[in-house]
């Protein structure tokens, strides 16, 4: 979702229920169900490949276990991170409140959205910076490498999460006395 200064001076003169109808529920929504969508595709190429069934990343980061060295592994929980920040945006998040003032629920939400993506990307950069991994092409790929499915899913963050932080600063810009974190 690229916005431009046109769409974000329309977005910013919505009163904060408003934006969450028209922006949190509307574009930021399908674009986080695409990204979504193409986590679950990848994994389920992937996973569906017996050739991946012993491909690993070589180096962990040392506070992630070996059993999640798998790339199978990797994706699988890619999708569930990407399952949870995607319910957030369809409003089904137990740990955000629904009745908390609006200018709240658009930064709790986005917040928590963002961390879940952050996740995401540090997984995809991980098989990225693999570099016998990364240069894996797999068939059902069209062509691309398991270093480029990473990329596509670390762009497609990317652009993700710049819509997120736009949403976020709309609510900061709204709401006096916020603490940020």
């Known amino acids: ?9 329309r977005y910013d003169e919505l009163e904060p229920e408003s934006f969450i109808a028209s922006v949190l529920y509307g574009p930021l929504r399908e674009q986080a169900r695409l990204v979504y969508t193409v986590v679950c595709v990848y994994t389920q190429i992937v996973c569906s490949l017996p ?14 276990p070996l059993e999640m060295a798998g790339l199978r592994d990797i994706l699988r ?67 691309k ?14 652009e993700l999460n710049q819509a997120l932080l736009f949403a976020q600063m709309y609510a900061l810009r709204h709401v006096k006395g916020v603490v940020r974190h």
């Open 77 to 143: 929980h890619m999708r569930a991170t990407m399952s949870g920040g995607h319910a957030i945006l369809e409003g089904d998040d137990p740990t955000i409140p629904a009745a908390c003032p609006a200018e709240r629920y658009i930064l709790d939400s986005t917040s928590v959205m963002r961390r879940n993506l952050d996740e995401v990307d540090r997984w995809a950069a991980l098989i990225e910076s693999d570099r016998p991994l990364a240069s894996v092409v797999l068939p059902r790929l069209d062509g």
């Open 1 to 9: 979702m690229l916005l431009h200064t046109e769409t974000r001076l």
């Open 51 to 64: 050739m991946t069934r012993t491909m690993r990343v070589q180096r962990l980061p040392a506070n992630v």
């Open 145 to 158: 490498s398991v270093g480029d499915m990473a990329t596509d899913i670390r762009q497609r963050v990317h």
